[in-house]
């Protein structure tokens, strides 16, 4: 079982982006999303429970970043709007026992990232 996500790309300052991290096996996991721009430590952005239930969003990015989870299709969301150049990193999903979990890093399981790219 693996996470793999997707969605990124070379996108214009102030377009919206949607991510998608498909989680086969993971329905009993809550999934998370961080991201790592470079020259950065890794910052955790928004998770949310195993039921879809309860989200977290980081303080800072409320307002523009979206966490939802489709479970009958195993894969959970990340829609990110007005992107600004410094939302500029590598996006990674990830599955850990708990949305507390997710939060505190205690993180069991981490996909391959997708690169996103805000600027002209």
């Known amino acids: 079982v693996q996470l793999q996500a997707s969605g990124g790309g070379l996108v214009q300052p102030g377009e919206s982006l949607r991510l998608s991290c498909a989680a086969p096996?993971?329905?009993?996991?809550?999934i998370g999303w961080f991201r790592q721009a470079p020259g950065k430590v890794r910052e955790g952005l928004s998770c949310i429970s195993s039921n879809g239930r309860s989200t977290y969003c980081a303080d800072s990015l409320k307002g523009r970043f979206t966490i939802s989870r489709d479970i009958a299709k195993d894969t959970a969301y990340l829609v990110i709007n007005n992107l600004e150049p410094e939302d500029t990193a590598v996006y990674y999903c990830a599955a850990a026992q708990t949305a507390l979990d997710v939060q505190q890093g205690r993180v069991d399981y981490w996909g391959q990232g997708t690169q996103v790219t805000v600027g002209a």
């Open positions: 096996g993971f329905h009993e996991y809550a």
